[in-house]
């Protein structure tokens, strides 16, 4: 079945340490994107990406950062420079013939030690 | 940044109840998507909205864009318990982000339904 794919589901981080969360998706949209997403809050953007190679800052970008090597996947990183990584990070991608819509994968919850 | 002024926060019905909830902007959008959100899940898109005035049904689902570009509401007619979750109204600012615009998010209003 086709859809947005991201690993893992829970992620627990050390003080210092980077962490990586994966998103795939196999539906050869062009666009990819990493919300965060706090408890009664709605989604804020930290990156996007419209090609492969290229990607551009959202609202908090800072302490993410992320890179598109290939059009499936849109890794996120977040640093030891984020001092406030507890959230839930949602992936999701578009292509500009669906008018804006995003596809979300089904998230992953960060947690600090 | 910008954000979708989305009320009510939260909601507590009666099942077979109807629900109405709304989003307001001080921008134009020219895109207003509704989506809901279970616990521990990602959102998922209920309703799309291209045009102002626009008036879309997805089942007991009903949507409308506002004729000045700035609103969107959502109903749902005779709730039942599997409507419980969060939903999230959001605008595509066409000034926003990249070339097709990005989307910027409510706070979303949380539903729960009282069998």
């Known amino acids: ?113 | 940044g910008q954000q979708l002024n989305q009320s009510p926060q939260s909601m507590f019905i009666q099942e077979g109840e109807d629900v109405s909830m709304n989003c307001t902007s001080s921008s134009i959008f020219n895109t207003w998507l509704w989506y809901k959100q279970d616990p521990g899940e990602g959102p998922v898109l209920l309703i799309a909205l291209y045009k102002a005035g626009e008036l879309t049904s997805n089942g007991r689902l009903t949507a409308q864009f506002g004729i000045t570009r700035k609103d969107s509401f959502l109903n749902i007619s005779a709730s039942i318990p599997s409507d419980v979750g969060i939903y999230f109204c959001a605008g595509q600012d066409p000034n926003y982000g990249g070339s097709q615009g990005n989307l910027i998010f409510g706070k979303g209003t949380k539903l729960s339904v009282k069998p």
């Open chain 1, 1 to 113: 079945d086709g859809g947005i794919t991201q690993s893992p589901k829970y992620l627990f981080r050390k003080e210092g340490q980077n962490v990586t969360l994966s998103c795939e998706q196999n539906l050869n949209h062009d666009a990819m994107y990493w919300y965060r997403q706090d408890p009664g809050q709605g989604l804020r953007l930290i990156y996007y990406s419209q090609i492969v190679n290229d990607f551009q800052k959202g609202d908090i970008a800072e302490g993410y950062s992320v890179s598109r090597e290939k059009k499936e996947s849109f890794p996120l990183t977040v640093t030891s420079a984020q001092k406030n990584p507890t959230a839930f990070y949602l992936c999701a991608s578009s292509t500009t013939r669906l008018g804006g819509k995003l596809f979300f994968g089904s998230g992953t919850q960060l947690s600090v030690l």
